[in-house]
């Protein structure tokens, strides 16, 4: 535990600070760079074992507002939080999926410390810049009214949103600059073997490509899939009929990362016969040279145990050496035609790639990633039609999720996430694998149309559509594998203000119409409106590798408002600090990574605070087992 003194370590008011967790990681690859917190530019460049440019020009896509869109992805977000809500919730004390309400780039930035490195698999269906799209105004200094004067119109949540019309003079440059710090975000939550999918048309792919090149590094691009979205031909088009879309695939790291293999089709298996009843069962001949190879195996001869003399045809290679080769003919696995003495051929047996799979292709055909006719289908068939402009097919989503190499436990996000395609495609999957894959969708919640059919039929934004589809997919599902233990829940949480005075807790002041509301300590520590749990999540949200889904259990035998969250932080909200409640903290087993106490609990006495955290830190260690047990204290 640290020394204890007047400057007592605070939670941090801002959830997370990128530039700081770069330099951090900085300095943990390269230690001699960071000097007085600073990085020696120079000491870098000879760790890279880079020669001083005499150019500093380099080639880089540039953009009215890159800059700008660079420091919104490092700026710290204050004052907000995400608060649950639990009758939007569906299963809340057992699921581990969750629905988050709000505009993305607030969310991805307060899942920053919970989920770093968490994801296994991110797909984005965003904006296609079309010329009607939304594009999100990410204006967070100004408010609400200012904004509005500023952008024109704002949702009825008073999120920022407004159309980028082609007519636009920054129409990419607006598009850009609403991707980049969501992509920078994103990837940080990426495990060092996760993959991110985004589907996108051509009027932005490219872009989209040179802004993924720079964020995940050009070197972790795996594939420009192309998906068939349409099986038939729009003979009205102008030009040509689109039929496609593109979905960008870009590792965290291709190192770590391997590709799924996808399962084989009957129509692949056709030609697999098995003449010679051999005990593996079916086979192909597949030929012992190849097109390509060394010097050496041009020039090979081999001689069977029937006498039949294998030598690669003119201008080809043996695919084989000898010692293969004849291991293959001591089994049996080399196959001479019917007579016995034709040219030899290896057998390539079904049974060994089934097991293999089959590598994935760039193009997704309708028939294996599903269509946009199919997909209306499925709304159509929970909900009622035209509810949702061009969902995505849950085909394509589990296409994808093989591709990703998804193992049973492996936590999925979609910060676009529409209609909650990606949710029912997850819950789909865990029915028909019994895999307990887990869920994050994020959705700004935009009002929808008052002339459309979701409107008419009780809708009124597409968080509604989106939180509706999942409750409805998982009922559907469960009812039709009665069998399988699925998580088809989720827990709703908003994006909102602030439960803590963060400022005012320091200083003292608050406002009369405050003062009507709460009273005593509370009213110095906390907003109107807000209860302990509130709280909680938001301090939750402050730790690193805990997730919103921690279990949360109140520590009555302590006191009425102690918590404990996922057995290892300890959240002490009561207003006074006695020492019955430190010697019962104390007592705990196994002995918690953090405390978290009011500074308001102490009222202005210093020593008291100090005494009473002597006093808990020689408890601690005298209730822990095995010497002395790391743990840390912070203030509220």
């Known amino acids: 535990m640290e020394q204890h003194n007047p400057a007592f370590q605070k939670i941090p008011l801002a959830t997370t600070n990128p530039f700081s967790e770069n330099l951090r990681r900085l300095q943990a690859l390269f230690p001699s760079i960071v000097k007085d917190g600073q990085i020696d530019f120079d000491a870098l460049k000879e760790e890279l074992g880079e020669v001083e440019e005499v150019d500093k020009e380099h080639y880089e896509l540039s953009w009215a507002g890159k800059q700008e869109a660079k420091r919104t ?59 009607n799209d939304f594009v999100y105004k990410d204006h967070f200094a100004v408010s609400a009214e200012e904004n509005a004067k500023a952008e024109g119109d704002i949702s009825a949540e008073g999120e920022r949103y407004a159309v980028n019309p082609k007519t636009s003079g920054k129409y990419h440059a607006n598009w850009l600059s609403m991707m980049y710090p969501r992509l920078r975000l994103a990837k940080n939550l990426l495990r060092e073997d996760g993959i991110m999918f985004i589907s996108i048309d051509d009027n932005e792919v490219g872009n989209l490509r040179e802004i993924c090149d720079e ?22 088009a102008t030009f040509f009929s689109d039929n496609h879309d593109h979905i960008l695939c870009y590792c965290r790291n291709v190192e770590c990362f391997k590709i799924g293999r996808l399962p084989r089709t009957e129509e692949m298996d056709v030609a697999y016969k098995n003449p010679d009843n051999h ?91 599903g269509h946009n006719h199919e997909s209306v289908e499925e709304l159509k068939d929970i909900f009622i039609k035209n509810i949702f402009t061009n969902p995505k097919p849950t085909r394509l989503i589990r296409h994808l999720a093989t591709i990703a190499n998804l193992n049973h436990e492996s936590l999925i996000l979609d910060f676009f996430s529409g209609s909650s395609t990606t949710a029912h495609a997850v819950m789909q999957l865990n029915a028909e694998d019994g895999g307990t894959r887990k869920f994050i969708m994020v959705q700004l919640p935009e009002a929808c149309d008052e002339k459309s059919e979701a409107y008419k ?69 906390f907003m109107p409106g807000y209860t302990d749990k509130d709280v909680v999540y938001e301090i939750l949200l402050r730790q690193y590798d805990i997730p919103l889904t921690a279990k949360i259990e109140s520590l009555g035998k302590i006191g009425k ?51 009473t955290m002597m006093r808990l830190d020689a408890l601690m260690q005298k209730h822990s087992s095995g010497g002395k047990t790391p743990y840390r204290v912070e203030f509220l």
């Open 215 to 236: 964020i995940f590094g050009d070197n972790n691009f795996l594939a420009n899939l192309i998906w068939e979205k349409k099986y038939t031909r729009s003979n009205d």
């Open 279 to 369: 005990p593996k069962g079916l086979w192909k001949a597949t030929p012992l040279h190849a097109k390509s190879g060394s010097a050496n195996s041009a020039n090979f001869t081999y001689t069977f145990k029937n006498g039949v003399v294998f030598t690669p045809p003119t201008g080809t290679y043996s695919r084989y050496s000898s010692d293969t080769l004849k291991k293959y003919d001591d089994n049996n696995e080399i196959w001479f035609g019917q007579d016995g003495m034709s040219i030899p051929a290896r057998k390539t047996f079904l049974c060994d790639l089934k097991n293999e799979g089959i590598v994935p292709s760039t193009i997704i055909p309708y028939k294996t990633g």
């Open 73 to 131: 992805a490092g700026e710290p977000i204050l004052g907000r939080t995400l608060k649950y809500v639990p009758e939007e919730s569906k299963n809340p004390d057992s699921t581990e999926n969750l629905y988050i309400e709000g505009d993305n780039l607030e969310v991805l930035k307060l899942l920053q410390n919970s989920y770093v490195g968490k994801i296994k698999m991110i797909y984005i269906d965003p904006p296609y810049n079309t010329g």
């Open 457 to 525: 039929a009780g809708y009124k934004t597409i968080c509604d559509i989106g939180k509706e589809r999942i409750r409805r997919a998982g009922d559907k599902i469960q009812k039709e594998h009665p069998e399988a233990s699925l998580d088809t829940g989720f827990n709703v949480f908003r994006l909102a203000d602030t439960n803590i005075r963060w400022i005012a807790a320091e200083t003292g002041q608050v406002s009369l119409e405050d003062a009507i509301i709460t009273s005593g300590k509370d009213l110095r520590d």
């Open 561 to 611: 408002r102690t918590y404990s969250v996922a057995g290892t932080l300890i959240v002490c909200l009561e207003e006074n600090i006695t020492n019955e409640i430190i010697d019962k903290i104390a007592g705990i087993e196994p002995v918690p990574h953090k405390i978290i106490f009011r500074d308001s609990a102490f009222g202005d006495d210093i020593s008291l605070k100090e005494n």
